[in-house]
Nanobody
C-alpha cells in the first residue's frame, strides 16, 4: 500500500514563503509521478475537483505549473528520501487552501496526465495553508 504524507503547512503572511513536503512510501518511488493540488476554503472537500498546482514527472526532468503559480512556485523531488517538495514564494491571499500531493506510477510526461486528478491513484490527507493579508 502506497501512503503519502504532506507536511509543512501553516499560517503564512501574504508575500511570504513556505515549503511543503510530500513523503511517499512507495518501494519503487523513482518511477512515480507526483502532483500537487489544492482546494480553496469553502469548497466541498473532494480531491477529484481540486485545482492543479504543480507536478513533476518520474525522473524529475519535466515539471508543470498552473498559470497562477508559474514563476513563484518550484516543485522538486529527492528520490533518495522519497520526497517531493513544493516551494512557494510571494504567496498571495488566494493561495489559501488545503494542499494535497498525489502520486502514481507511470512514465508519461504529458501535461494532460500530470495535471489531472484522474491520473493519480494515491493521495495524501492534505495540509492546510492559511494566508493572512
Amino acid at each position: 500500500q502506497v501512503q503519502l504524507v504532506e507536511s509543512g503547512g501553516g499560517l503564512v503572511q501574504a508575500g511570504g514563503s513556505l515549503r511543503l513536503s510530500c513523503a511517499v512510501s512507495a518501494r519503487t518511488f523513482s518511477s512515480y509521478a507526483v502532483g500537487w493540488f489544492r482546494q480553496a476554503p469553502g469548497k466541498e472537500r473532494d480531491i477529484r475537483t481540486s485545482d492543479f498546482v504543480a507536478a513533476i514527472n518520474w525522473n524529475g526532468e519535466t515539471t508543470y505549473y498552473s498559470d497562477s503559480v508559474k514563476g513563484r512556485y518550484t516543485v522538486s523531488r529527492d528520490d533518495a528520501k522519497k520526497t517531493v517538495s513544493l516551494h512557494m514564494t510571494s504567496l498571495r491571499p488566494d493561495a489559501a487552501a488545503v494542499y494535497y500531493c498525489a502520486a502514481d506510477e507511470y512514465y508519461s510526461s504529458s501535461f494532460g496526465h500530470l495535471s489531472s486528478t484522474c491520473e493519480y491513484e494515491y493521495w495524501g490527507q492534505g495540509t492546510q495553508v492559511p494566508v493572512s493579508s
